[in-house]
DNA sequence: TGATAATTTGACCGGTTGGTAAAACATTAC
DNA sequence: GTAATGTTTTACCAACCGGTCAAATTATCA
């Protein structure tokens, strides 16, 4: 045999196991650096430590690395909408929501650019998975946001407006790094700023989403 | 002579401009979709209407044109930012810097997106300008924001977030098209989702940002 | 009109890119 | 040990890419 990726649903080798990983790290690095067609096999091959025919002969070609490496990434992506829960207490819910999507911007920014470059590139790989599986789940979380509204529980809002602000803000320090970098200066570029954001988006986002009756005091 | 660009500060044709503006409108075209590795002087020759060799004759390398087209977006995609005024009422100089950088991202998504391919591809070729003439303009605008929360006339809040947070959820619509359409499916991705989108943001930052008092009403 | 300069094109070049073929090499199973 | 299988490498290819060149074509203007 010749193609391990045409093996009959047999089990993978050891050697496998570890060279595929070893590649879909160096996908990683460089698709989130320059999108899918600025990226080259070559590129990814030296990232990974290894030849580019050596590579080929895990993933048949750059596309099958690019949606392999999409389909292990989308599941843990969307897992803090997933934890969004229904019975929890709105504004603690809204906060922590924000806490986890800037911890992830802030760990694993490579992920978010992948996503963002292919995105911005009208999705082309991807459009099947944001019609289904994102949709689905934004649309049963909306529902969530729209029952608390209704119970006076947070200022009525439209929630899908409300999901992409979440989203664009806390994706913002991963996707727009550079340009973050370059307002805030070198002396603000610490790890700290992710700190600071915290504080004013969960400022804003509860502020900006508590219920302001016709009678205040 | 051979080379127009060469010309020694002389007056350009009639044809140069007209040439040169049709380039620069395809580059953006271009670009704007593949970023700056996945475009190709092809198919900027073709959406442009003409040949190769007669693109280079206009401008001599991919990168003259890339740059040119920067120089003459960044300006414009600046001034809503400008318009910011000190001496306004702060809360409807947020609300309309909102509503100016919603419509750009309706109006100008092509231009929005040149820029975000740039930074998310860590702005190799524009950092100097994000670093330099952004910055500038940036921390400028961040003093009045400072005066304005220390006359109680708006929440205190670190003014570089709020700016980031402005600017990522009004391009997140120029740049994430294809994801906004995706989750919100063809029946409300008409041009309405713009008015939804400003009315969310500026209930949004406008309650975020209000003064919470010890003493309300 | 004709001379001159500006514009456009087709043919081409060297380097890169995604991908292949086949043989050399390593590992495992018996 | 050895045969079968799994892995890696060297050499290679055709298509594409950024860019050049010289010749052909068109616009300008005396």
Redesign the pocket.
Known sequence: ??L?RA?KTQRR????EE?EEQILEAALEVFATHGFRG????QIAEVAG?????L??YF????AMHRALIDRVLDSWLDPLREFDAEGNPVAEIRSYIRRKLEMARDFPRESRLFANEVLQSAPHILDELRGPLKTLVDEKVEVIRAWAKAGKIAKCDPYHLIFAIWSTTQHYADFDAQVRAVLGEEHSGEGRFEDAARFLEQLFINGLAVHGPASS
């Open positions: 045999m010749v391990p093996a080798t050891r050697i496998q060279k990226s080259t096999i070559d290894m030849s580019k025919p050596n080929l002969y048949r070609t750059k596309e």
